[in-house]
């Protein structure tokens, strides 16, 4: 079992009990790790607040990702209460549902803005945050959450696949950049999990089909074992890899017809 005992972590992207990044935090916590986990807004700071009870004594935030003051209260609050942080897991992500469901050439110069900002730029801006206390701690780990839609055409994913392929760049550049550093940057890449962010990609119960008719494990991926992956990218044991984009989809992506 992974042990992040003595490890810090920052988990952004908490929704509800069906995010992926609460699966990640609650595999973290179970591996030892003490968590800081962020939520956006008024709206959810209850069900993160109440998830959190489970955990041991976490550090609760807001942080909103477009908005590089919260950023920087997060950063600031972590370096006064804990010092140092060792990894940090990006879920973060949202397009304006007009964006998803309309045809993708009447993408919005302010969709696809704001679409990226949330989804893609926001790596970089915690990413930067994070830098001097991972340093403080010898390295670090930095993981992100991505689809197969930055790849290939699924019908209404539009402008959050060409989030998700800057997404990927992105962490390849980053990775680059932090390597020296001894600090990590990979992503996984989910086969599709029924969430709230999913919840507004119209068709999504068909895309699941799929999966399950055609990923050679015939079947969907759970958001747990979205997690144990993330356990292996977050730990000692995947310190020799570093700008990686992990499939974690039953298999999905290597099928052609
Ligand atoms: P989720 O539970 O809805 O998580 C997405 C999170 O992003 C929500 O907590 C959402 O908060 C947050 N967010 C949106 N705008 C934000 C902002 N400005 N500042 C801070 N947080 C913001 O859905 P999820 O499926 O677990 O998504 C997590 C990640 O996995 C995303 O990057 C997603 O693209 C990726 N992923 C999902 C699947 C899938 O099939 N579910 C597959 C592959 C990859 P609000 O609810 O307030 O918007």
Redesign the pocket.
């Known amino acids: 079992m992974t042990d992040l005992k003595d490890k810090i972590g920052l988990i ?5 009990k ?4 609460w699966a990640i935090a609650q595999a973290a916590a179970a591996a030892g790790a003490k968590l800081v986990v962020t939520y ?2 008024e ?2 700071e209850e069900n993160v607040r109440e998830l959190s009870e489970s955990l041991v004594n976490p550090l609760i935030l807001p ?4 908005d590089d003051a919260q950023i920087d209260r997060v950063f600031a609050e972590i370096d006064a209460q804990l010092g140092g942080l060792d990894f940090l897991v990006h ?4 397009a304006p549902p007009k964006e998803l469901s309309a045809p993708f050439v009447q993408t919005s110069r302010d969709g696809f803005r704001l679409s990226l900002d ?2 893609t730029y926001s790596l970089i801006a915690l990413t930067r945050g994070a830098l001097p206390l991972m340093e403080r701690r010898g390295g670090g780990s930095v993981l992100t ?3 197969l839609g930055s790849e290939r055409v699924f019908q209404n994913y539009n402008v959050m696949g060409v989030a998700k392929a800057a997404l990927e760049a992105t962490v390849r550049y980053l990775a680059a950049d932090l390597g020296p550093k001894g600090i990590r940057v990979n992503a996984i ?5 029924k ?4 919840s507004g990609i119209a068709g999504f119960s068909g895309i699941l089909q799929v999966y399950r008719d055609r990923a050679p494990l015939r079947r969907t991926v759970e958001a747990a074992e979205v997690a144990e992956a993330a356990m292996f990218l977050l730990s000692p044991a995947g310190r020799a890899v570093t700008a990686e984009v992990l499939m974690v989809d039953g298999g999905f992506h290597a099928i052609g017809t």
């Open positions: 952004v992207g908490v929704a509800n069906r995010s992926i990044s956006q807004g709206r959810l942080c909103d990702v477009t879920g973060a992500a949202f949330v989804s959450l991505t689809y890449s989910a086969g599709p999990i969430t709230l962010a999913a």
